[in-house]
């Protein structure tokens, strides 16, 4: 596995491997508590909701325990536990999300299930194309409550999700078989929004310590478990989802139809007035940059070594000015789209 953070621009599509000194704005974060303990895997605590056996690594406020055996100074004493506690909050990046969710979307949609299920969505609410605003808010503000939100926030964003994909299903006339509530296309797009993270947090600060990186992981099951994906459908670790990740690859495919809807989608092409306006050339280029080899051949976009060069520049820069920025000006518009999430379920607004 490849320890660089344009593992993508080497032909990987890997996670990069962590290394060993924690880095970025969670870094000053991170709480280590060491304690004498018999060793025993992570418990996963949460609740389970109507609709997914989701017991998850965050609990009801969003942050994530990881605890990890070492060995003891004693011979008689049990091995020492290290706990690591993180805020998830600390990895996310609203302006690096902005400019890396269009190569996410392509990465989601190159299951022909998923990319044909919003293609051919009958619900014309949902639809980016007509309504963009709302699509990017409905698109943030599920990743706000899946990382940050309670059990409470979750249980009502599915609900209201539920009742919007279970509209979504495939008819006589389409080309593949799909509805949008099975749990195997949405362990898909969780773990394109999980591999999708971590790479932006990689590009932008560099890779997480160890210990974070497993605990960013077990919570970033909720990504999946805030709907219907169960927790024991997650990969068990690290290890166990690069395997996944790499046959998951295999069913990655874009037809014309598809692939049309996702260049008219990046050029701005289909959205309407005034959202079709400005250049395009820029959106093109970080787009084509987050993309691993795999999709950029898919969607047969060109790509050269001095447009990843200025591409790794870009991201260095950018990771150099959000490290410097307040934690609230970093993390928006998540913490903006939570709280707008929480206020409408206080005043029985739709959520989706």
Same mark, same amino acid.
């Given at each position: 596995?490849?320890?660089? $953070?344009?593992?993508? $621009?080497?032909?990987? %599509? #890997?996670?990069? +491997?962590?290394?060993?000194?924690?880095? %970025?704005?969670?870094?000053?974060?991170?709480?280590?508590?060491?304690?004498? @303990?018999?060793?025993?895997?992570?418990?996963?605590?949460?609740?389970?909701?109507?609709? @997914?056996?989701?017991?998850?690594?965050?609990?009801?406020?969003?942050?994530?325990?990881?605890? !990890?055996?070492?060995?003891?100074?004693?011979?008689?004493?049990?091995?020492?536990?290290?706990?690591?506690?993180?805020?998830?909050?600390?990895?996310?990046?609203?302006?690096?999300?902005? =400019? @890396?969710?269009? !190569?996410?979307?392509?990465?989601?949609?190159?299951?022909?299930?998923?990319?044909?299920?919003?293609? #051919?969505?009958?619900?014309?609410?949902?639809?980016?194309?007509?309504?963009?605003?709302?699509?990017?808010?409905?698109?943030?503000?599920?990743?706000?409550?899946?990382?940050?939100?309670?059990?409470?926030?979750?249980?009502?964003?599915?609900?209201?999700?539920?009742?919007?994909?279970?509209?979504?299903?495939?008819?006589?006339?389409?080309?593949? +078989?799909?509805?949008?509530?099975?749990?195997?296309?949405? =362990?898909?797009?969780? $773990?394109?929004?999980?591999?999708?993270?971590?790479?932006?947090?990689?590009?932008?600060?560099?890779?997480?310590?160890?210990?974070?990186?497993?605990?960013?992981?077990?919570? !970033?099951?909720?990504?999946?478990?805030?709907?219907?994906?169960?927790?024991?459908?997650?990969?068990?670790?690290?290890?166990?989802?690069?395997?996944?990740?790499? #046959?998951?690859?295999?069913?990655?495919?874009?037809?014309?139809?598809?692939?049309?809807?996702?260049?008219?989608?990046?050029?701005?092409?289909?959205?309407?007035?005034?959202?079709?306006?400005?250049?395009?050339?820029?959106?093109?280029?970080?787009?084509?940059?987050?993309?691993?080899?795999?999709?950029?051949?898919?969607?047969?976009?060109?790509?050269?070594? #001095?447009?990843? !060069?200025?591409?790794?520049?870009?991201?260095?820069?950018? %990771? $150099?000015?959000?490290?410097?920025?307040?934690?609230?000006?970093? =993390?928006?518009?998540?913490?903006?789209?939570?709280?707008?999430?929480?206020?409408?379920?206080?005043?029985?607004?739709?959520?989706?």
């Amino acid at each position: 596995m490849t320890t660089k $953070a344009g593992a993508q $621009a080497h032909g990987t %599509g #890997e996670i990069p +491997e962590p290394r060993d000194a924690p880095s %970025g704005p969670g870094a000053a974060n991170i709480a280590v508590r060491t304690a004498h @303990a018999a060793p025993a895997a992570p418990a996963i605590p949460g609740s389970p909701a109507p609709g @997914a056996d989701d017991a998850d690594a965050g609990g009801s406020r969003g942050t994530t325990t990881l605890t !990890a055996s070492r060995t003891g100074t004693a011979p008689a004493e049990a091995p020492a536990t290290e706990t690591v506690e993180i805020d998830p909050a600390d990895y996310l990046d609203g302006v690096g999300a902005f =400019l @890396a969710g269009p !190569a996410n979307v392509i990465m989601q949609l190159s299951w022909a299930p998923v990319g044909y299920g919003v293609v #051919e969505s009958r619900v014309e609410s949902g639809q980016v194309t007509r309504h963009p605003v709302k699509r990017f808010r409905t698109t943030f503000s599920y990743i706000a409550v899946a990382l940050l939100g309670t059990d409470e926030d979750r249980a009502h964003l599915r609900a209201a999700v539920n009742r919007a994909h279970a509209q979504v299903r495939s008819t006589a006339d389409s080309p593949v +078989e799909y509805h949008a509530m099975r749990p195997d296309l949405q =362990l898909w797009v969780a $773990a394109c929004l999980y591999w999708g993270a971590v790479d932006l947090y990689t590009r932008l600060h560099g890779p997480m310590e160890p210990a974070v990186a497993d605990a960013f992981y077990r919570h !970033a099951a909720r990504f999946g478990t805030t709907l219907q994906v169960r927790q024991q459908m997650w990969p068990a670790d690290r290890a166990v989802f690069e395997r996944y990740w790499q #046959e998951a690859l295999g069913r990655v495919s874009l037809d014309d139809t598809v692939r049309r809807y996702l260049h008219d989608l990046i050029t701005r092409r289909s959205l309407r007035f005034p959202f079709n306006l400005g250049p395009r050339g820029p959106r093109v280029f970080l787009t084509t940059g987050f993309l691993p080899p795999r999709f950029r051949a898919e969607m047969g976009l060109a790509w050269s070594e #001095e447009q990843q !060069a200025r591409f790794d520049r870009l991201l260095r820069r950018i %990771g $150099a000015v959000s490290r410097r920025m307040p934690r609230a000006v970093r =993390l928006f518009p998540f913490n903006l789209l939570l709280w707008d999430v929480r206020r409408r379920i206080r005043q029985g607004r739709p959520l989706v």
